[in-house]
């Protein structure tokens, strides 16, 4: 596992040429890039929660900010089973630092809790939330 943005970057460029799929797995969260130009897809699965996951998140995103041509990043949650407040806060953190670099940040996928969560907090209303990855890359930025 890479230990900073930087080294994202050079282990995702690194494998591209294989498969334009590239998995990292942690204690309790896998992610998932799928690489669709100038969109990117991060399929999480498993648990969004303080420690290792979150930061491992939060280190993909920062990774993605810095790619030439991205304008869209979905953040598809159709595997993810729980976020705590931690998790939350990553996501927050992470669509408001993919604004303000231009890029457009939408969730998909929300299972039943993760969308009660959404609107407990009400933040469903700072995302564009679709029901599929494929939905949210159909959509024109």
């Known amino acids: 596992m890479a230990d900073n943005a930087k080294d994202l970057i050079t282990e995702y460029e690194s494998a591209r040429p294989k498969d334009p799929i590239a998995e990292y797995e942690g204690s309790s ?28 998140f939060r280190d993909h995103i920062r990774a993605l900010i810095g790619k030439p041509g991205l304008k869209k990043i979905v953040v598809d949650l159709s595997g993810v089973q729980y976020i705590d407040s931690t998790g939350l806060a990553e996501l927050v953190s992470a669509f408001t630092t993919s604004k303000y670099a231009g890029i457009d940040l939408v969730l998909a996928g929300l299972q039943k809790k993760v969308q009660d ?13 679709f029901p599929t990855a494929e939905d949210a890359l159909s959509v024109a930025e």
Request: aromatic share 8%; no cysteine; glycine share 10%.
């Open 117 to 129: 969560l959404m609107q407990i907090t009400k933040l469903y209303t700072i995302w564009q939330i």
């Open 29 to 56: 969260l896998k992610v998932k890039l799928d690489d669709r130009g100038s969109a990117f897809v991060i399929r999480l699965s498993g648990r969004l929660t303080m420690g290792g996951s979150s930061s491992m």
